[in-house]
């Protein structure tokens, strides 16, 4: 790798998308990717392995979403930046990625010019949005950030974790087998992400998480 590269990770779900961003930056001089990931939970752990300077992150991927993933990535990654690149232009998602700090919200939309230049921009620790996004950006998203729907301060990272896999159609043997824990620790979580909810069955909770955006409209099951 040349020096002074920037080195970036993609994150999204859809290989296609990662394949034609992989291609895009492999044009630009100053920029590599150094690692893909297919969902949100990958995502944390390449990151952690690789240190990207920047991960171009997507939204609504399986295993763990994009929010629980910046969440961890700027927990335990501080010196990443996180760059949402997503479809997702609903005032929840921004208010959300943007209150746990993400360096840049850009849809999909953009053209490659511009995503190349927002890399570069906030390597440099300045900050890129569609303007679509950034009009909607000033007070008002942290003014009314208590009013969405989803809490995530209610719930641990563990809970949401588990949430999401469970409205994926997980059963508890599977979920602890992803998360490396013991069936009866999942069981334990479980329980008190429904008591916090207030939701007792399955079908409540894949409810919840497709309210709350952790989920696509079309539940991903398991092994489909």
Known sequence: MAAGRIKVLLADDHTVVREGLRALLAAERDIEVVGEAADGREAVSLTQQL????????????????????RQIRQLCPATVVLVLTSRSEERYIQQMTALGVAGYLLKEISAQALCSAIR???????????????????QCAAHCGDCSYHPVCLTEREVEILQLVAEGRPNKQIASELGISTRTVEKHRGSLTHKLKLYDTASLTHYAL?????????RLAGA
């Open 121 to 139: 921009d906030v390597h440099t620790g300045k900050k890129a949005f569609s303007p679509s996004v950034a009009c909607r950006l000033p007070q």
């Open 211 to 219: 309210g709350a955006g952790l989920i696509e409209g079309r539940v």
């Open 51 to 70: 240190r990207p300077a920047v991960v171009i992150m997507d939204i609504l991927m399986p295993r763990l979403n994009g929010i629980e993933a910046t």
